[in-house]
């Protein structure tokens, strides 16, 4: 079955530095793997995903992810924070063992914190 | 282009009380309709799914249930409210064909029960 873990709740960086926020998965199957970013009383939205070919993923807002099959990961970062990242941010890994139901398996959540 | 709805917004109903939520799509046919929620602090629960008019799946055992009549059309409802219903409930669709899992999310509903 896949699995989604979010390494660190909480991660708190200051205006200009480097984002990282770190996602783990498990699949049997090769993933279709998603981030998500959601603003206070919002819905989710897509950032990037990754389904076949090119393992580096460049999304909006200037964030980027990395498929690594070998370390079964898929990292979000992002070069230069802006006081605007500051958001919840959700790794998702597509549940492919059922069928078509396009359902998703999401991590827990890192709330990005942006420090001025 | 495609664009979800949900209302209403917010709704602040008693303890006891029934419920409905509603969300729909525009601008597809035969999505899949997934309801989510979210409570304090806590990350995404799936509650139910939908591939199909009439066809629901529950993920989790709770006091609500979900309703598909019409192809864009999903609802949320409860016929007697618990405060551990309180929460932001979320709506989502995805394209029907395999491979595009990509899940579109709704602006969402602060529900809270008193």
């Known amino acids: 079955a896949q699995s989604v873990t979010q390494l660190g709740s909480h991660v708190s960086v200051s205006e200009g530095a480097l984002v990282l926020l770190r996602c783990n998965y498990s699949s049997s199957v090769p993933p279709y793997l998603f981030w998500y970013v959601q603003y206070p009383n919002q819905g989710l939205q897509l950032l990037l995903k990754?389904?076949?070919?090119?393992?580096l993923v460049k999304g909006i807002n200037g964030f980027e992810a990395e498929f690594k099959k070998s370390e079964t990961s898929f990292h979000l970062s992002k070069p230069s924070a802006h006081m605007s990242d500051a958001a919840e941010y959700f790794c998702a890994v597509s549940d492919k063992g059922s069928s078509n139901t396009g359902k998703l398996i999401f991590g827990q959540g890192t709330t990005l914190q942006v420090k001025p | 282009s495609q664009t979800i709805h949900q209302w209403p917004a917010t709704l602040v109903q008693p303890v006891g009380s029934p419920l409905s939520l509603e969300c729909t799509v525009e601008g597809t046919s035969n999505p899949n309709l997934y309801w989510y929620r979210q409570a304090a602090g806590r990350g995404l629960q799936l509650l139910f799914y939908?591939?199909?008019?009439?066809?629901i799946s529950s993920e989790v055992p709770q006091n609500l249930s979900a309703s598909r009549p019409q192809d864009r059309q999903f609802i949320l409802s409860s016929k007697k409210l618990l405060l551990s219903d309180s929460g932001f409930y979320l709506c989502a669709w995805s394209p029907r064909e395999r491979g595009t899992d990509t899940q579109y999310f709704g602006p969402g509903t602060r529900l809270t029960v008193l």
């Open positions: 990754y389904t076949t070919g090119a393992t």
């Open positions: 939908s591939v199909g008019i009439g066809q």
